[in-house]
């Protein structure tokens, strides 16, 4: 049996900061630092860019990536990628929470 290569990806975009006048964005970051970005980290079986563009579609998106979403950033995440599933799901919590706690304004779904 062949075991299937890694695909999974965590990803973070750059949300405009508008999205700080969402209460339900403000309430999940109340110790949000104004001089660091605000951000959406997710998880993914495809590339980065293409999930990127989908939420930007509105395809399976979250709506604070598709009304606010600027760009990815990857270099907060691409050291991690590829990865399997599981491994995915626990960094995609774990980057969230990082990220929160440098200040950071973080939406993790």
């Known amino acids: ?4 290569k890694p695909h999974h990806n965590v990803y973070v975009v750059e949300l405009d900061k508008a999205v ?13 630092d104004p001089t660091k970005p605000c951000v959406y980290v ?4 495809l590339a980065p860019e293409r999930r990127f563009a989908k939420h930007k579609q509105g ?4 709506r604070f990536v598709e009304r606010y979403g600027l760009r990815l950033l990857p270099e907060l995440y691409a050291y991690a990628n590829p990865m399997p599933y599981q491994a995915a799901r626990e960094m995609e919590v774990d980057l969230a929470i990082s990220l929160r706690e440098q200040g950071y304004g973080v939406w993790q779904a």
Do not use: D, L
Not at 1 to 4: A, E, I, L, Q
Not at 59 to 62: A, R
């Open 1 to 4: 049996m062949n075991p299937r």
């Open 20 to 32: 700080v006048y969402e209460a339900k964005f403000r309430r999940a970051n109340p110790n949000q």
């Open 42 to 45: 997710g998880m993914t079986g």
């Open 59 to 62: 395809v399976k998106s979250n």
